[in-house]
């Protein structure tokens, strides 16, 4: 076999790799936990998120590195056709569904008082584009929550 034949052949080889490698990456289904840890990256240091069974969303917020309020989030009382952005207050809205008014519990440490809400705001100062990224995220969150057969292997960004 000639120099030529052989690099040929080796560049075929490297190139039906990469394009296995990219075709399983993008059939790789989006779990709650991969859906977590990418939110996560995109709140930063504005709250910590973690899924409890149930589909329940804990969004802890801290002051001066002490926990202050909770969020508890339903996942499966949310709706995703109320997953907003408010361009005025750069911030994120997710409403809870019709017939839903207690989807969101409130915790404050200080005062061990708990409150009820129809909706959560994430007020992180988003653009319309992070804003657009994270909501499909929170969305795909709901549609988990609520569906178990429901996949999803299209990338958030």
Not at 50 to 58: I, R, W
Request: charged share 30%; glycine share 4%.
């Amino acid at each position: 076999m000639s120099t030529c034949h052989f690099y040929k052949y080796t560049y075929l080889i490297l190139f039906f790799g990469v394009l296995q490698s990219v075709v399983s990456r993008a059939q790789e289904v989006i779990t709650m936990e991969k859906t977590v840890e990418f939110l996560q990256s995109k709140m930063k240091d504005n709250c910590k998120l973690e899924m409890k069974t149930g589909g329940k969303l804990v969004v802890t917020y801290e002051k001066d590195g002490a926990p202050y309020r909770e969020d508890w989030l339903f996942m499966n009382d949310m709706d995703t056709a109320q997953v907003t952005y408010n361009e005025s207050e750069r911030s994120i809205n997710m409403h809870c569904r019709d017939g839903e008014e207690d989807c969101v519990t409130r915790k404050f440490y200080k005062d061990k008082e708990k409150r009820f809400y129809a909706r959560v705001n994430f007020a992180f100062d988003f653009s319309p584009e992070e804003a657009a990224v994270v909501m499909d995220a929170l969305k795909h969150m709901i549609l988990v929550a609520q569906n178990e057969k429901y996949k999803r292997t299209k990338p958030f960004e």
